[in-house]
């Protein structure tokens, strides 16, 4: 929680309007802001008196009704934060059109990913522009599951990432994704990779109180409304409470269906 409130505060742009400023910080992205700068109410001139970027003052011509914030003469590289102090006059507030500009973007592309010896996920990006979380996926049971999560660097340049993974047996299938402002997912390429892991079973403990699976895994427990029940990892499962009836059994790569009695 404490570090969502940090990126919405500093990273996905925070915008604070009262009067005599407004502030906006946020991930430099190459483009500059459009601002809408209306009549002082004393009209003595327009609203903002000044503009300040990372505490330096501008001079883009503000005495005007609209205008450009150029933040490409400030020296910023594409990652790099930046804040925008607009400073105006009091009964009046100016506007700026397009403050998403500001927010981090997902722009990665993945370079390597693959299993490491140590049977962990390894993968490099390139191209980040501003710190989001990667999420990782894989393929189980005819569907992405997220596995994993780990934060983004945000920087250009080459970053290598390493997560915990439960492998399954056969060809286990990993992705990486980013979800920005736009809440479109962006994804990196896929890996496959194959392991020699044997196919897990499974067997219950009577009366029906625990599933003892033949090996470490992933599982999932179902009601027959498609409720979940129960998941997580482990060589057992506790079934004690379940009420009486039909349940599908995700485990492995494999489902079943059982009924507890």
């Known amino acids: 929680m404490r570090r969502l409130i940090y990126t919405l505060l500093l990273s996905a742009l925070c915008a604070t309007g ?12 190459g483009k500059n802001l459009y601002v809408m700068n209306p009549f002082a109410s004393d009209d003595n001139g327009f609203c903002i008196t000044g503009i300040t970027v990372n505490g330096m003052a501008t001079s883009d011509e503000i005495n005007s009704s609209a205008f450009e914030i150029d933040l490409s003469v400030h020296n910023l590289a594409k990652g790099d934060d930046v ?15 397009n403050p998403e500009v500001l927010n981090p973007q997902s722009t990665f592309t993945v370079t390597t990913i693959k299993i490491d010896k140590n049977d962990k996920l390894a993968f490099t990006t390139n191209n980040e522009c501003g710190s989001l979380p990667f999420i990782v996926e894989q393929f189980r049971w005819n569907k992405w599951i997220k596995v994993a999560t780990v934060e983004g660097d945000g920087k250009p340049g080459a970053h290598t990432y390493t997560v915990e993974v439960n492998l399954h047996s056969g060809y ?46 992933m599982y999932e427990i179902y009601n027959d409304k498609g409720a979940i029940m129960d998941k997580g990892v482990g060589v057992k499962a506790d079934v004690s409470k379940l009420p009486v009836g039909d349940y599908f059994l995700n485990y492995d790569t494999k489902t079943e269906i059982f009924k507890k009695k």
């Open 18 to 29: 009262f009067a005599g400023e407004i502030v906006l910080k946020g991930i430099y992205q």
């Open 83 to 97: 804040s925008v102090v607009i400073k105006h006059k009091s009964g009046c507030e100016p506007k700026v059109i």
């Open 172 to 217: 286990n299938r990993f992705r990486v994704k980013q979800i920005d402002y736009t809440r479109k997912p962006r994804y990196g390429k896929e890996l496959k990779h194959r392991t020699m892991l044997a196919e897990v079973t499974y067997s219950f403990v009577k009366p029906f109180t625990e599933i003892k699976f033949s090996a470490e895994t």
